[in-house]
């Protein structure tokens, strides 16, 4: 992608996706764990899901000489200290989320670790909303963010009735699943927008205040993944 000052997002040092394991066992076929350690080249795994919850019971890479790090993350509106929702379902601020991003920028800021893989189950919602935070503090614009996004799994942006899109930003909220891609931007740009009206700034404002990532741990990980 393009950023706002003109760079490029640079390929191969950042991947996301789906699941490797089912049960705790390696579900990869052989052909992938080819693709992870030669092709690729993995050094990092970044693991979304929650410890013994939803994670098959992983706690390490299921591929050779990968650093491992579970950290818990939950999607979209979740991420922000002032989401509060009654209806149509109960839903608030998960307080796991400024330390799990805190670190997950920790371990961009490293040269050492790329190029890193990260992922939840279905690679669509938790890993949406950190490429989201990652390709928009380097500048990528909200249009390409939400083309990215919408390449996942048929989700949109927000719901569509008679042919248009809804103004909420809010596909699904629900027993089965929260997305509402389009509400997680609008709530960065109303609480963390800054003069420049940039969604950049807004999200290194919201990633600074909220979840103390170092601003120089931001500053190296544009030097690494821009050119």
């Known amino acids: 992608w393009k ?3 003109g760079k490029t997002v640079k390929y191969e040092l950042v991947y996301r996706g789906g699941k490797t394991n089912n049960s705790g066992i390696n579900s990869c076929a052989a052909y992938d764990n080819e693709l992870f350690s030669k092709t690729l ?3 990092t795994e970044i693991d979304l899901r929650t410890q013994d ?9 299921v591929f050779d000489d990968v650093f491992y790090y579970k950290t818990t993350l939950t999607q979209c509106n979740y991420i922000f200290p002032n989401f509060e929702q009654e209806e149509p379902y109960k839903r608030s601020y998960d307080s796991r989320s400024k330390y799990s991003i805190r670190e ?7 040269e050492e670790n790329y190029p890193v893989f990260f992922h939840c189950n279905a690679g669509a919602d938790r890993t949406g909303t950190v490429a989201f935070l990652i390709n928009g503090v380097l500048g ?3 249009e390409d963010l939400t083309r990215d996004f919408e390449l996942t799994s048929g989700r949109y942006r927000s719901a569509i009735v008679d042919g248009k899109f809804t103004q909420d930003g809010v596909m699904q909220d629900n027993a089965d699943n929260y997305i509402a891609f389009g509400k997680m931007y609008q709530t960065m740009m109303k609480d963390y927008g800054t003069e420049d009206g940039s969604l950049a700034s807004a999200i290194e404002n919201y990633l600074v205040t909220v979840c103390k990532v170092k601003k120089e741990e931001i500053e190296s990980m544009k030097n690494i993944m821009l050119e």
């Open 41 to 43: 080249g993995v050094k």
């Open 104 to 110: 997950i920028f920790r371990v961009l800021a490293d």
């Open 3 to 5: 950023t706002q000052d």
């Open 140 to 142: 990528v614009s909200y």
């Open 53 to 61: 919850a939803d994670d098959g019971g992983q706690s390490s890479s």
